[in-house]
């Protein structure tokens, strides 16, 4: 199985993981939701295997989030699909698909659980911040 990351290329998490994958792994395949966007069946597969609702899904932070009044928590997990899959940006980023497992990696070292990495092992990030391995 290769490795599969839901990249967002102007996301510093998201970029972040992809190079963590990329030296610690192999080149994953990427896909760019952003401009390819989702399906419901995409994305309803994804957060099952990764544990998580669609309202944890949800970017709240530099997206139409709030404005289109998502972030009440009484909004329905339905109404939440359908926002995502017309703007593509709402879902948290990355999502990443190895044998291992599916998660959303954010922060960037949570990449490392579905990697196999050395407990101990560093990677320095774009910022210049070191992380470490678990």
Request: net charge negative; glycine share 6%; proline share 7%.
């Amino acid at each position: 199985m290769s490795i599969v990351i839901h990249h967002n290329p102007e996301c510093g998490t998201s970029r972040n993981v992809l190079e963590i994958i990329r030296a610690f792994a192999e080149e994953p395949v990427i896909i760019d939701y952003i401009n390819e966007g989702w399906t419901k069946g995409q994305l309803l597969a994804l957060f099952a295997a990764a544990n998580i609702s669609p309202r944890e899904a949800l970017r709240t932070t530099k997206s139409p989030a709030v404005e289109l009044g998502l972030t009440d928590p009484t909004v329905a997990d339905e109404k939440l699909l359908e926002a995502m899959l017309e703007h593509p940006v709402l879902v948290n980023r990355p999502i990443v698909c190895t044998r291992k497992g599916v998660a959303l990696c954010r922060p960037s070292e949570a990449v490392f659980k579905l990697l196999d990495v050395q407990s101990g092992t560093t990677y320095t990030k774009e910022d210049g911040e070191v992380i470490t391995a678990p």
